[in-house]
């Protein structure tokens, strides 16, 4: 059984950086599609980055600042110049994937099985 664990949110000024890292175990990663979600205080989930299996295909909310990426174990989220609206708590998830979709990767949460328990990132002066 897949289970993921996020770490690397904290408290942080506008303008800072942040990387998250959301590390499996149970499973290796490499034929799961994996995504980052947030859930901001009042306000429904939203994606922020998913990446395929193939690793060739990401979808990037905001890719001037958010960057994706993933090894066999691991998926990390590069934040930079960070705004007070990215407060949020972040998840990361995986979706087993069959072979003929190893180029796609979902925005939609309902697409994934396997979730972590969440990190909490605060953007605040």
């Known amino acids: 059984q897949l289970q993921l664990v996020e770490s690397g949110g904290g408290l942080v000024q506008p303008g800072d950086s942040l990387r998250l890292s959301c590390v499996a175990s149970?499973?290796?990663?490499?034929?799961?599609?994996v995504a980052w979600f947030r859930r901001a205080p009042g306000k429904e989930r939203e994606d922020v980055a998913c990446?395929?299996?193939?690793r060739l295909t990401t979808h990037i909310r905001d890719s001037s600042r958010f960057t994706i990426s993933r090894d066999s174990s691991t998926v990390f989220l590069q934040m930079n110049t960070l705004l007070p609206e990215d407060t949020a708590v972040y998840y990361c998830?995986?979706?087993?994937?069959?072979?003929?979709?190893?180029?796609?990767?979902?925005?939609?949460?309902?697409?994934?099985?396997?979730w972590g328990q969440g990190t909490q990132v605060t953007v605040s002066s």
């Open positions: 990446m395929s299996v193939s």
């Open positions: 149970g499973s290796s990663l490499d034929a799961y599609a």
């Open positions: 998830a995986a979706d087993a994937t069959p072979a003929a979709m190893i180029h796609y990767c979902s925005d939609a949460p309902y697409e994934y099985d396997y």
